[in-house]
Structures are given as structure tokens and as C-alpha cells.
């Protein structure tokens, strides 16, 4: 207790994210479409700081830390050839800006077919690389953030 009003005093000077963006060129595109998609549906997505880079690590095809002023979030480089537009990676950088444009947060596996992309370990990727299911888990990604008198 003794310590909070230091802390205060240190949040008080982090500086508002400026919207200041280095994202690999590969990934860039991955990030062009979720912001079309967002634009799409009415989304306005809020401002911040991002980082994606590709590191290889071992046990997941990407992780992202999010809070309120950055986006961090890296990418294994194994998981694809990048000479391509993928599917199947645009589901897993989809997944990755939900938790930090969206604020979502990993869902339980429940039921076939997947209810969204947040749900782990495999979200919707079938039904989003085949494009049966593209709409319908963009429009729940995005869900109570899609203007509903468009």
C-alpha cells in the first residue's frame, strides 16, 4: 500500500500508444485484411503500439501479449512458407489480433463445428481455410463490436 502512490505516479507518465506500427512484411497482409475485415463490419479498432516479428519457439504457432497501448506478438517462421497468401495463417494471425484488438480471451473446445476462432487448441480453422465458415466466425470475432444498425 505504502508503494501505490509511486505507481500512480509511474502509470501517470507511460505515454498514449501513437499508433506506431513495425510489423514484418510478411505479416503485413495478415494485418491489411483483419483491419478490411474490421472496416467492413463497422469496427473501429482502438489505438495501439504493435509489434509482430517471427521467432522460432517451440509449442505454438504464435503468441501475443496485449493491453491497452501495445500489441506484441510473435510468430514461428515454421509455420509456413510465406511465399503465399495462406488461410490457414490468417485464421491463426485472426486469433492472435482478437486477444489484442478485441480484448477476447481463449474459449473451451465444446462442440463440432467450433462456436469461434478463440477457441483453443484449434479455433475454426477448418471451417475458415475452406471458407464454409469465414463469415460466420468474423462476424463472431468481432461480435458486440459490429454496429448492429448498419
Given at each position: ?108 473446445y465444446t462442440s463440432v463445428p467450433v462456436e469461434s ?34
Amino acid at each position: 500500500m505504502k508503494y501505490l502512490p509511486f505507481l500512480l505516479l509511474l502509470i501517470s507518465c507511460i505515454p498514449d500508444p501513437k499508433g506506431e506500427q513495425y510489423i514484418d512484411s510478411k505479416l503485413q497482409p495478415y494485418f491489411d485484411t483483419f483491419y478490411a475485415e474490421a472496416e467492413k463490419l463497422g469496427v473501429e479498432l482502438p489505438t495501439k503500439d504493435v509489434l509482430a516479428y517471427f521467432e522460432e519457439f517451440d509449442g505454438y504457432r504464435a503468441w501475443t501479449y496485449w493491453n491497452e497501448r501495445i500489441i506484441r506478438m510473435r510468430v514461428d517462421p515454421e509455420i509456413h512458407d510465406w511465399e503465399s497468401y495462406s488461410l490457414e495463417v490468417e485464421a491463426t494471425i485472426f486469433h492472435e489480433l482478437g486477444h489484442g484488438y478485441l480484448n477476447r480471451h481463449h474459449l473451451e473446445y465444446t462442440s463440432v463445428p467450433v462456436e469461434s476462432l478463440m477457441t483453443i487448441p484449434h479455433g475454426g480453422r477448418s471451417g475458415w481455410i475452406d471458407g464454409s465458415m469465414r463469415e460466420y466466425y468474423l462476424n463472431e470475432l468481432f461480435g458486440d463490436k459490429i454496429e448492429t444498425n448498419k
